[in-house]
Structures are given as C-alpha cells and as structure tokens.
C-alpha cells in the first residue's frame, strides 16, 4: 500500500509539473502605453471625434466580471456610415494558458447612422459570427458576455441567437471547462468558475459609458496601425459587417 501511495503522489507531482510547465509557456498580456501621439487620428474637436463619442454605445457588464475594459478605439468608415468599435478587455476565461495565443481580448461593435446622425443600425461580434439589428435611432446599449465578452444588443432574445452559440451554451462551459479556467490561474489572475446561476449569469447591471474612454478615434477603411498602436498585440477581427 506505501509503494502505491509514492506513486500515486509521483503521478500527481507529474501532472502538476506538466500543468505548471504549460502555464509558464503561456502568454502574458503587455499592453503598451497610451500613445500621447498618434499619427492618423483625429483631435478631440473634430467633428468625426464628437460624432463618435455622442455614438459610443453604453456597455453593461456582467456584475461579476473581473477582466477589466482597458482599451478602445473608435474608427469612423471613410465612405459609410458606420462606425467601429474596438474594445480590448485585459483578458479571456477561456485558453489564456495555451501558448501561442493572443493574450487579450478584443471584440468589436458597429454602429450604423444616418443623416441625422442617428444610430439606425447596430452589428456585433459574437462568437465568430456578426448579430445585427435594427436600432431606435436611440443610445445604443450592448450587454458583455462574462469573462468571455462576446457583445450582445441589449435585450435581444435568446431564442434570436444561433443555436450552437447560445447563452445556454456558454454558461455550461463555465462548468465543462473549468480544469481551463482554472490553468488560466497560472498565468495571470482570474476567476476560479462561475458558482451561481443562469439568472445572474445574464445580470448586466455594472453599466459602462464608452464615450469617455476611446483612446482614439480615426476615420479609416484600414484601422490595423492605429489599433496595433494602441492595442499591442490583438485579435484581429473583422474591421467592417459584411457588406461595408
């Protein structure tokens, strides 16, 4: 029984080294400092600037959110009327042990206007597809994901999402992958789960004003320098919806 005992706990040594030895490999968020200046962006009183900030959306994060916003960036279409909206979260509950990958955690919101200057239009990444909808020329509104910030139309109907890429399904990966969320722990910090229900999980109360917080805004059908510039390293996602 002793013998059996030694390797059991040689076993367990094993899969700690190998765990730890994954999660030192993996990638540390190193945001750059805020550039103080930018080349291609536009000064806080031009007309394109103040149009962007009266549009930023109002983000409602899940209350028990721990990866903080900690950038974004506004880029105004050269030719359409829409506007982009990058946002950079410190990082993602999912894979952030695994070496190689981004380390935070970019999404992006499109807001479309009209003549008037009215939002009239609303696109959202989410989970590798783009959601849009009509919009009550009225201040846009976005619900976050917890810990994976995917961006919701706030109030859209479940039913309205694809099936394979539900809230349903993303609230019981918090339980199926939690040995992930777990190795992201090495890393960085994080949470250790999500230990309450589907009810809170959909609880967006900590509302967020963006207009406030752009770190730049540009007006450009290519917006990679200047997110890169601000951003570091990133994702990559989509500029534009399909057919701008």
């Known amino acids: 029984m002793q013998l059996d005992l030694r390797k059991t706990a040689r076993g367990l040594a094993g899969i700690a080294l190998v765990i730890s030895t994954l999660g030192g490999c993996g990638p540390r968020a190193r945001i750059p400092l805020r550039p103080v200046e930018l080349q291609g962006t536009l000064a806080q009183s031009d007309s394109g600037a103040v149009l962007a900030r009266s549009l930023a959306p109002a983000l409602y994060l899940q209350r028990d959110e721990m990866f903080p916003l900690s950038r974004a960036v506004a880029i105004l279409h050269p030719t ?127 509302r967020l004003a963006l207009g406030g917080m752009l770190d730049a805004v540009a007006r450009t059908a290519d917006p990679q320098e200047i997110l890169q510039a601000v951003f570091g390293d990133y994702s990559r996602k989509p500029n534009w919806p399909p057919g701008i």
């Open 80 to 206: 359409k009327r829409v506007i982009a909206y990058h946002l950079l979260w410190r990082d993602d509950v999912h894979g952030s042990w695994i070496p190689f990958t981004v380390p935070t955690d970019q999404e992006v919101v499109w807001v479309g206007y009209d003549d008037t200057k009215a939002p009239v239009d609303l696109w959202t990444f989410w989970h590798g597809v783009i959601l849009h909808t009509p919009w009550p020329k009225s201040q846009v509104a976005i619900d976050v994901q917890w810990g994976k910030h995917g961006s919701l139309p706030r109030g859209v109907r479940q039913s309205d999402l694809p099936r394979t890429r539900s809230l349903n399904f993303y609230y019981a990966a918090t339980r199926f992958l939690l040995p992930d969320i777990l190795l992201g722990r090495i890393t960085r910090k994080g949470p250790t789960g999500f230990p309450y229900g589907y009810a809170r999980y959909r609880d967006y109360s900590q």
